[in-house]
């Protein structure tokens, strides 16, 4: 199976030695998606602000792979206080919509600084 890394400066950059997201076997496996902007600016307001920046980066991830989040599989939603939960399904549809919806698993995690984290697995076309 071969491997394609994939790049794009209209996403945030990576924070460490890892690929924005990596092709193989038919999917896109997109890295856990922050709230930063592009020039590596962390989005430091509401909850809302930081979901919708996570998730502007894995959509511009995946257009750079040759997909978009339609064809998300699976999706990991990271959040530093779940309370955030009802926020972030809200968030959530206007990203994947109300139909077709991927897989998803959200959990608690110790973030530190920044509100939530998401990562996906995207079929290509």
Same mark, same amino acid.
């Given at each position: 199976?071969?491997?394609?890394?994939?790049?794009?400066d209209?996403?945030?950059?990576? %924070?460490?030695?890892? +690929?924005? $997201? =990596?092709?193989? /076997?038919?999917?896109?496996?997109?890295?856990?998606?922050? #709230?930063? @902007?592009?020039?590596?600016?962390w989005v430091?307001?509401?909850?809302?602000?930081?979901?919708?920046?996570?998730?502007?980066?894995?959509?511009?991830v995946?257009e750079?792979? %040759?997909?978009?989040? +339609?064809? $998300? =599989?699976?999706? /990991?939603?990271?959040?530093?206080?779940?309370?955030?939960? #009802?926020? @972030?399904?809200?968030?959530?549809?206007?990203?994947f919509?109300?139909?077709?919806?991927p897989?998803?698993?959200?959990?608690?995690?110790?973030?530190?600084?920044?509100?939530?984290?998401?990562?996906?697995v995207? $079929?290509?076309?």
């Open positions: 199976m071969t491997k394609k890394v994939i790049s794009t209209q996403a945030a950059p990576p %924070g460490g030695p890892y +690929s924005q $997201a =990596v092709v193989a /076997g038919g999917l896109v496996f997109l890295a856990g998606a922050c #709230p930063v @902007l592009p020039d590596g600016t430091k307001g509401s909850f809302g602000e930081q979901a919708r920046a996570a998730l502007t980066n894995l959509a511009r995946a750079a792979a %040759g997909t978009d989040l +339609s064809r $998300a =599989v699976r999706v /990991g939603v990271y959040l530093r206080d779940f309370a955030h939960f #009802p926020e @972030l399904n809200e968030i959530y549809v206007e990203y919509g109300t139909e077709n919806l897989a998803r698993t959200t959990i608690p995690v110790a973030l530190d600084g920044f509100d939530i984290e998401i990562d996906a995207l $079929a290509l076309p």
